[in-house]
């Protein structure tokens, strides 16, 4: 056994329940592989254990009272992964899947990510099993408040700065800002994806959708094409999805299909944004409302059917393990060129490697969907200075980070003999930086 087999065998035998923490565990470790043959002194600071050991786990009761008076008691999370490289930063989620370990392959992840973006920011992430579905506003104040009620003891500007995920979006974000002011009394930068009236960025709510179409576009101009007249899938109809699909659709591309939990629409003439933005920002309905509004156009209950629309490009902007190998084989056979990965660990093991074998450009979730955790970085930053930076400067920006982090991991796999192999690369790329810091700050 290798250095890497070990550490993989001691994260299984650790966390024998935690089938997502081992499965990114797993995709991680293995893209570290030609690094930790470069590094012998990584195995001797034993920097793998403790890269994979949170530095701090907080797990709390979030008990609140329903709109008939009912007691209700969740689950809250909070794993502060690692902080080498800046304070720990990532988002909260609110879905009743939430568990430890969820949260903690979106907390390791989280840190390569943060890395990748070039700016200061360790790794962390949290939730709670809450079900947003079917509350009411009320109902939604009130569990936030009561999450704040712990997590603010936690958290800090300079300490460790959440953001939103699935099920926490403005909205959330602001009923979590008010109660930590309340509590802690001070107006900070302590979460980012804030209201533009209480010191949010502009672009932010934009920033992962369009970031993921800036990097596919990217890849696709590296190899002498672009988004024009493509044909494009993705899933999901939340912030992520409906942001990418945006900017896809402004640089010529033609969206056919999105979903959400209960099933999917296929409108070939290309998706009206407007009505689902109308059906899921406005009216927080279900998808399945968009037949009944543009005519000529499918829904099917149930998700992965989507997969088996032909595209030129998928992009899975809805939740981890939604491409199996099977889907991604049926992508394949349908001559899809490029996915890119706008939700985090979207795609299976399995998924990848058939991906990888048929030779699809396939842009990892780490870095493809790192331009909402780079600007909600940017949001941090105009905090600190006390101002605001226009659309055009924001976007701007997270152009060029995107533009950055693809050309950073296809360096690193070509450097690492890994050439192609954007899932190494990313993971080289990230790890270099946290790994440098952490054996500067000697065994801690
Ligand atoms: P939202 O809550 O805004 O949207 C989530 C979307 O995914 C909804 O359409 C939802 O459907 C669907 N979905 C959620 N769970 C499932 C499931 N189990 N099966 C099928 N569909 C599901 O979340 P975001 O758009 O913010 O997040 C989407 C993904 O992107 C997540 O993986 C998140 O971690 C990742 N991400 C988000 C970033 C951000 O800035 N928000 C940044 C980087 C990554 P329904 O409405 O029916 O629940
Ligand atoms: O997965 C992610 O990168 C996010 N949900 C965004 C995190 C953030 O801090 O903006």
Redesign the pocket.
């Known amino acids: 056994m290798d250095y890497i087999e070990r550490v993989l065998e001691e994260v299984k035998r650790k966390n024998p329940n935690e089938a997502e923490f081992q499965q990114a565990a797993t995709e991680i470790l293995n893209g570290l592989r030609p690094v930790v043959e470069r590094h012998p002194e990584y195995e001797s600071a034993a920097l793998l254990e403790r890269f994979v050991e949170p530095e701090r786990a907080i797990m709390f009761r979030v008990p609140w009272v329903d709109d008939n008076g009912k007691v209700h008691v969740n689950r809250g999370f909070r794993v502060q992964f690692n902080s080498a490289i800046g304070p720990y930063k990532g ?1 909260l ?1 609110f ?1 009743p ?1 939430v568990n430890l370990s969820i949260i903690k392959f ?1 907390g390791l992840e989280q840190i390569l990510k943060n890395s990748l973006t070039g700016l200061p920011i360790g790794g962390g992430k949290g939730g709670s099993d809450f079900d947003p ?1 079917n509350k009411s506003e009320g109902e939604i104040m009130r569990f936030c408040q009561s999450f704040m009620t712990e997590l603010y003891r936690h958290i800090g500007q300079d300490t460790d700065v959440p ?7 403005g909205r959330e974000i602001g009923y979590l800002f008010g109660q930590y002011k309340r509590i802690v009394d001070e107006h900070t930068g302590v979460l980012t ?1 804030r209201g533009l009236s209480y010191g949010g960025s502009l672009a932010r709510k934009e ?2 959708g369009y970031g993921l179409v800036y990097m596919v576009e990217e890849a696709l101009r590296c190899r002498g094409e672009s988004l024009q007249g493509k044909t494009v899938v993705v ?8 942001y990418a699909v945006e900017k896809a659709q402004s640089l010529g591309a033609k969206v056919v299909a999105m ?4 099933g999917y629409i296929y409108d070939k003439k290309g998706i009206d944004l407007a009505v689902i933005k109308q059906i ?1 920002e406005v009216e927080r309905g ?2 399945k409302e968009y037949v009944s509004r543009v005519k000529g156009t499918e829904y099917h209950e149930g ?1 992965n059917g989507i997969w088996n629309i032909p595209c030129d490009v998928a992009l899975p ?4 393990n ?1 491409i199996d190998g099977e889907s991604a084989n049926a992508l394949i056979k349908n001559g899809v060129k490029i996915v890119g990965e ?5 795609t299976t093991l399995e998924g990848i490697a058939a991906f990888q074998k048929a030779g699809v450009v396939f842009l990892p ?1 780490k870095a493809a ?5 780079a600007t ?1 970085a940017l949001e941090m930053a105009q905090s600190s200075a006390r101002l605001f930076w226009t659309f055009e400067e924001v976007d701007r920006k997270l152009k060029s980070i995107m533009v950055n982090i693809y050309h950073a991991m296809d360096a690193a796999a070509e450097e690492y003999g890994v050439k192609g192999n954007y899932v190494s690369g990313a993971n080289i790329a990230g790890f270099l930086k946290v790994a440098d810091a952490m054996m500067a700050h000697g065994i801690v």
Not at 163 to 169: F, L, R, S
Not at 342 to 346: F, I, V, Y
């Open positions: 988002g989620r879905h899947s979106l579905k953001a939103g995920d699935i099920g926490v979006g994806g920033a992962t899933s999901g109809s939340g912030n992520v999805a409906i979903y959400d939990s209960n899921k279900r998808i998700c902007c809805a939740t981890q939604e706008g939700a985090n660990m979207p979730a969907n790192a331009g909402g955790v909600s």
